[in-house]
C-alpha cells in the first residue's frame, strides 16, 4: 500500500516560490509514476505535471510551463513540484498521485493512490 503525505504548500506573494513534497509512507514510491494535480475553489481537480517511474521523462499542462519543475529523489522517495513566479490562479489545493502502472497520464483515473493535499495561496 502506498500512503501519500504532501507538505510545503502556504501562503505566498504573486512572483514567489514553493517547494511542495510529496514522501510515501509505505511502499516505495520509486516504482510509480506520479503526478502532481490541483483543485483551485469551485473548479474540478485538474493535471499540473507528471514525472516518469525513474524520472526520465516530465509533462506540465501549458499553464505552468516554465514556472513549475517536478523531480524526483528515490534515494529520500520522494517527489518534488517547484512553483516559481506563482500568479494568483495557481491558488489550489495541490494533491500528488501515484500511478503503479507506470503509465503518468495526465487522467485522474490513471492514479491509483492520492495524498490529502496541500493548500497554496497566491496573493496579489
Known amino acids: 500500500q502506498v500512503q501519500l503525505v504532501e507538505s510545503g504548500g502556504g501562503l505566498v506573494q504573486a512572483g514567489g516560490s514553493l517547494r511542495l513534497s510529496c514522501a510515501s509512507s509505505?511502499?516505495?514510491?520509486?516504482?510509480?509514476?506520479t503526478g502532481w494535480f490541483r483543485q483551485a475553489p469551485g473548479k474540478e481537480r485538474e493535471f499540473v505535471a507528471r514525472i516518469s517511474r525513474f524520472g526520465l521523462t516530465t509533462y506540465y499542462t501549458d499553464s505552468v510551463k516554465g514556472r513549475f519543475t517536478i523531480s524526483r529523489d528515490n534515494a529520500k522517495n520522494t517527489v518534488y513540484l517547484r512553483m516559481n513566479s506563482l500568479k494568483p490562479e495557481d491558488t489550489a489545493v495541490y494533491y500528488c498521485a501515484a500511478d503503479p502502472a507506470g503509465r503518468g497520464t495526465i487522467q485522474e483515473r490513471d492514479y491509483n493512490y492520492w495524498g490529502q493535499g496541500t493548500q497554496v495561496t497566491v496573493s496579489l
Open positions: 509505505g511502499r516505495t514510491l520509486n516504482n510509480y509514476a
